[in-house]
């Protein structure tokens, strides 16, 4: 019957193939989250997993090459050591084609992040602080962390304000 069906409707030939086309697109794209969603990442953006955009959990982050340094920060006592995922690793891996993030916190605290900062050796997104994973009330689960005792660049207003903890999404921006 299912060959008949084909023979009689050559439009259903067409379905059929772009049933496949689109699954095949889909597998070029990102994998699902298994977990709970902690960052969302919309707007011009190559790779994705959702209508919604690119969608990750803590596994998918701890997949991607990682990051780990020990600095100051104005928000804690003592030097804290942090370990996350590059920026610039988190935009290649959804092939960012933008010029500057809008990054978004739980609480609709929001801020602007030219792309230029996403580089190796710059801000990662940190998930652990001192090896243990950041509630809420700790400023995670995500937060954007720059290596503040690298160099005096990023001990300034507009790095701090850029340092965005409950992050929840971001999406880029400009061409």
Do not use: H
């Amino acid at each position: 019957m299912f060959t008949r069906v084909l023979k009689s409707s050559p439009g259903c030939l067409m379905v059929i193939a772009a049933m496949f086309a689109n699954t095949t697109a889909l597998a070029d794209n990102l994998p699902q989250p298994n977990g709970e969603v902690v960052l969302t990442v919309t707007g011009a953006i190559g790779m994705t997993n959702s209508d919604e955009g690119a969608r990750f959990d803590i596994p998918m982050l701890k997949a991607l090459p990682q990051t780990k340094f020990t600095t100051g920060t104005i928000w804690t006592e003592d030097k804290s050591t942090f370990q996350g995922v590059l920026l610039k690793d988190l935009l290649e891996k959804v092939d960012a084609k933008g010029t500057m993030l809008q990054a978004r916190a739980l609480n609709d605290y929001a801020v602007e992040i030219p792309l230029t900062d996403a580089i190796l050796g710059g801000p990662i997104i940190a998930y652990l602080n001192n090896g243990k994973t950041m509630s809420i009330r700790e400023k995670g689960p995500l937060w954007i962390v720059y290596p503040y005792d690298a160099k005096s660049a990023y001990r300034t207003e507009i790095i701090y304000s850029r340092s965005i903890w409950q992050l929840e999404e971001l999406t880029v921006t400009g061409d």
